[in-house]
């Protein structure tokens, strides 16, 4: 059925006799860009509108929020008032019926994410997210580029820019980045960031900006968590990896006592909300969660208390530095428990710091680099050609969201309701070098999260059915409109 | 007869009484309106900020600032960053009622003061003020209150010291101010991710109201606190606490909390950029689909106000709960159904939105309900 949704979707659009036929015999799209008859639709009536009116595209409303399994529900047990983020979240101003404006010597868009060394507050006054940052910048760089080599903008033939700024200073001045992208140097949608509280930040601006930010690094579930409908993010998020991290950890593997430590910043704070969460839901209640300082190279205390709890198993949350290092040291005092940590370890900087210890370790992660797809594989070499380097998940999701914009202006023209409009109603999952991009209803990655193991001096990527890893029972019926369900049928 | 068929017969009676026209209590609906756009000489069509000052009536939008003569009905001065304003886009105002000063909170560009004909600027390079970002600004006493994107900063213009709220110092979860109103001594920072903050002046201390479910996706019980931890407005009016969100509104009255959705209401959308509270029973809110006003809390009757997007022409829906009690036709009464930000005096109401900025004229306003013929307009149409 779920297959079938998009073609029902654009089938019931196209059916309806309001829509409207441009008036021109120009074509709508530009030659040579890829577009379904459902986009078509779509930018057929978002031209059509006047500033007073909302068209009618369709907004996508989901059963249940996340895919979460009923036992992992939060207060699972009673039915809730009322449930967000089901619906799609419309943009309902009159921005669609600004025209393009005549005088574009090129076509800008905004990269902002960590590319300097600073002394964030936002990441505990230090930062490891530089080598992330720049990985994202040549993704969204090589995007543009390519753009450039066939034609650039195609409906004036003029060339995109990118707009480099730094979102890695004081906390808040991401805020001010993109006040600087609407008013002094204006671009057309924006990509970034990767630290979860400048997201956040760039977000807030971007909606009532009224500008289009596509997220290709933070994993942050709360991201799009906001209700915005200028938000998307290309990359699957904490929430799925946490969902299939704690289903490998107890629904699989029957681990019983699971322990904690993660960075005292957002990005570990909330990076383990789900996976606590879930492990008590599912009455197994993480025994002990111990923070840290960034830029620590002791972390005794930590491992001294969690030692004192004898866990089954220990998850962290963090840097690739710091889950290094805290992994030398667990396992230096003779501790064997499997060790399961955040995507951000899967680097050349953990393996280096781990060394030996590196093998066995598991870490969420949110796609499979060695899937059967020419798209990365043609993507990977053009990257090394480019940059004498590896892409990594940074570079290749920035690349997946920096085309999804190039495509959604190619598609929508110079309008920054529209470019929203064309993303925010694509149906058909983004055909990505990371793999298919189905969005949800809140515009999130909904695709499929995977398990990264080290075995054998290199990564493999599991997904859920590789490891047979059950999983809870989805219902499909949101949970105000459904009975609470027998403790048969949560099985 | 039997005393319950006399109960019934009783009850029909009034039944009866109720139903005629003329009988009911019905809240004061705005049929009279001004509408303001770039043709009558507003900078720009998209308005962020309005503050009613006397007979002056303020006006900011994404490109400049603009002054209504409330006498006249027309745009008198509109200063662009020619003329000195430091900043395009202007998302708050208030007005110092000692000084006359007009505070503008500047979407990137800091605060800046208008005094005497001439523009001060405060940003994070010359000042305490914590971020350039700035959505709200309230004027507390001596002290200007900035919400910004990083925090809350306070100027005292007398001393002229500036104090900084964050995590440091303030039960700020997460730092993202939004919004910033003070009344009756109690200074109110609506917060994106940490619910409301409410700073008592007297004694210096903070109190936090959180979504007690402390879940995004959900709201677990009606009316059991705040309805949402993203909070975009609070309003302290009357020893009553009003709050909007992206995810509906709702109101404390010291003891007990109410939600209000759309589901449940006559609030037109969930999706609320901003409020304002004309007392403890009546508050007006800016939703992303028409202008919501609640007149009397107690029975939960609203009026909702939209505009019909292919003609000139708005109407009003009077809803007790869900029920619709009647529906006005009415000329154009909000320009656009996306509505930003709003002010009321005693009687008008002022409703900035994405496209002009309407004025609503409350001519024989009276607030609560009344018993009033249900013929406001010669066109109103029953939809009960």
């Known amino acids: ?32 860009i890829e577009v379904d008859d459902h986009t078509l639709e779509v930018l057929r009536r978002i031209n059509s509108v006047g500033p007073y009116e909302v068209p009618d595209i369709r907004l996508r409303r989901e059963t249940s929020y996340a895919k979460t399994p009923v036992d992992y529900e939060p207060f699972g047990k009673i039915k809730p008032y009322k449930e967000h983020f089901l619906e799609q979240m419309q943009y309902n101003g009159p921005g669609r019926a600004i025209p393009e404006p005549e005088d574009v010597k090129t076509v800008k868009i905004g990269f902002i994410g960590p590319i300097m060394s600073t002394v964030s507050i936002a990441t505990g006054g230090a930062s490891h997210e530089e080598p992330l940052g720049i990985k994202m910048l040549q993704g969204a760089r090589l995007a543009i580029e390519e753009a450039n080599a066939k034609g650039g903008y195609l409906r004036r033939k003029v060339p995109f820019e990118l707009v480099v700024t730094n979102d890695n200073g004081l906390w808040g001045s991401t805020g001010n980045e993109v006040a600087n992208f609407l008013y002094r140097n204006p671009v057309w949608a924006i990509l970034g960031t990767i630290d979860s509280a400048n997201s956040h930040i760039a977000i807030r601006v971007a909606l009532k900006g009224e500008i289009v930010v596509m997220n290709t690094g933070d994993t942050d579930p709360t991201y799009i968590e906001t209700n915005i409908p200028w938000t998307m993010r290309c990359i699957g998020d904490d929430r799925q990896m946490g969902y299939l991290m704690v289903d490998y950890m107890i629904r699989k593997m029957d681990y019983k006592r699971i322990a904690i430590i993660r960075a005292s910043n957002r990005y570990g704070r909330f990076g383990v909300r789900e996976i606590r969460d879930s492990a008590r839901r599912l009455g197994r209640p993480v025994v002990i969660e111990m923070a840290y300082k960034l830029g620590q190279d002791d972390y005794s205390l930590q491992i001294d208390r969690i030692a004192d709890v004898k866990p089954d198993v220990i998850v962290h949350w963090g840097d690739a530095r710091e889950a290094a290092i805290i992994l030398k040291q667990i396992r230096e005092r003779g501790m064997k428990q499997p060790f399961l940590t955040s995507d951000r370890a899967v680097t050349k900087e953990f393996l280096q710091i781990a060394g030996e210890h590196a093998e066995g370790v598991i870490a969420g992660y949110p796609w499979n680099p060695d899937a059967p797809n020419p798209r990365y594989a043609e993507f990977r070499e053009r990257f090394r050609k480019r940059f004498n380097d590896e892409p990594d998940t940074y570079a290749a999701h920035a690349y997946d969201g920096m085309n999804m914009l190039i495509w959604a202006i190619q598609v929508a023209g110079l309008n920054r309701a529209k470019i929203r409009d064309i993303l925010a109603t694509r149906i058909k999952p983004w055909p990505g070098v990371t793999g298919d991009i189905p969005f949800s209803a809140v515009l999130d990655d909904a695709g499929e999260v995977y398990l990264a193991r080290f075995e054998n001096g290199r990564w493999r990527y599991y997904s859920r059915e590789d490891l047979q890893i059950p999983r809870g029972y989805v219902p499909m019926r949101e949970r105000t409109a459904r009975e609470l369900l027998t403790q048969a049928e949560t099985k | 007869m039997k005393p319950a068929a006399i109960l019934l017969a009783i009850g029909m009676m009034s039944s009866a009484l109720a139903a005629e026209p003329g009988a009911e209590k019905l809240p004061f609906v705005y049929t009279k309106w001004k509408q303001f756009t770039v043709k009558d000489g507003l900078p720009d069509d998209h308005i ?99 919400a910004t994107t990083a925090g809350a900063s306070r100027y005292n213009t007398v001393t002229g010291e500036w104090t900084i709220f964050t995590e440091k110092n303030a039960p700020m979860e997460e730092i993202w101010n939004y919004g910033v109103h003070y009344r009756d001594g109690k200074v109110h920072l609506a917060v994106w991710g940490s619910g409301v903050l409410e700073y008592d002046v007297k004694t210096n201390r903070w109190k936090d109201y959180l979504d007690p479910d402390g879940e995004m996706e959900i709201d677990l019980y009606r009316d059991d606190g705040i309805v949402h931890v993203i909070t975009t407005g609070a309003n302290y009016v009357d020893n ?51 202008l919501g006003a609640i007149m009397d809390a107690e029975t939960n009757t609203w009026v909702a106000y939209t505009r019909d997007p292919k003609s000139d022409s708005g109407k009003a829906v009077v809803m007790r709960d869900k029920t619709v009690l009647e529906t006005i036709e009415m000329g154009l009464n909000v320009p656009h159904n996306f509505i930003i930000a709003i002010d009321v005096d005693d009687k008008d109401v002022f409703v900035a939105t994405a496209k002009g900025l309407a004025w609503g004229i409350g001519e024989g306003y009276y607030s609560g309900l009344r018993e009033r013929p249900r013929m406001l307009a010669e066109n109103r149409r029953d939809e009960k």
């Open chain 2, 48 to 146: 962020y900020a309005v503050k009613s000052d006397g007979h002056r009536i303020w006006v900011g939008t994404d490109h400049g600032l603009a002054l209504i003569d409330k006498r006249t009905a027309k745009v008198v001065r509109v200063w662009t960053e020619k003329d000195g304003l430091p900043w395009p886009s202007i998302t708050g105002i208030d007005v110092d009622p000692k000084t006359g000063d007009v505070w503008l909170a500047l979407f990137g560009g800091g605060l800046a003061r208008l005094s005497g004909g001439r523009f001060d600027h405060w940003h994070q390079l010359n000042s305490g003020l914590v971020n350039d970002v700035v959505y709200g600004v309230a004027v507390e006493n001596d002290n200007v209150w900035a």
């Open chain 2, 240 to 290: 009553v606490l009003w709050v909007s969100s992206y995810f509906g509104v709702c109101r404390y009255d010291g003891r007990n909390w109410r939600g209000f959705y759309n589901m449940d209401s006559g609030l037109p959308s969930d999706f609320n950029n901003n409020l304002r509270a004309r007392s403890g029973r009546e508050a007006w809110f800016a939703s992303d689909k028409g």
């Open chain 1, 1 to 32: 059925m779920k297959r079938l949704l998009p073609f029902l979707a654009c089938a019931v659009l196209l059916a309806s006799d309001e829509a409207k036929k441009p008036a021109s015999s120009e074509p709508l799209v530009p030659p040579g």
